[in-house]
Every structure is written in C-alpha cells, then in structure tokens.
C-alpha cells in the first residue's frame, strides 16, 4: 500500500518491491491493530465494519443477560 499524497500518488505510474526473488504485490486495504487502513478517502466501510461487529457482540451480551447474573 502506498502512503502520500494525492499529488505524490498520482506521479506513481509502476509499483514494483522485489524482495528474496519475490515480487509483492500493492495492495488498497489492509488490517493494521484492529483498524482497517485503506487507500479512499471515505471510512465508510471501516464504519460498517465496526458497526457490524459492535451489533454481533451486543445481540451476543442480551441473549446471554438471562443466564449471567448481574
């Protein structure tokens, strides 16, 4: 993933890193600590993806407040 500017990137026409005879690939997303870095402007999904596993995890903790004991 490339790191810069919108005038910097945009000078960036080949993206080529050899390393031990293997060549890596870009990529646009990544995960990094738990945050979801990607190459967009938006957060959008980095908002729906939090989102999602706060809802899980709350659904999670009402169906169980029955059996756990406050």
Known sequence: ????????LARVTDFCIT???MTLGR????KYLGVMLDSCLSCN????LISTKISSR???LCKGRK???I
Request: hydrophobic share 40%; proline share 4%.
């Open 1 to 8: 993933m490339l790191v810069g500017s919108q005038q910097k």
């Open 19 to 21: 390393a031990r005879n």
């Open 27 to 30: 990529v646009y997303e990544f």
């Open 45 to 48: 999904d980095h908002i729906d």
């Open 58 to 60: 709350l659904g999670t």
């Open 67 to 69: 059996v756990i004991p």
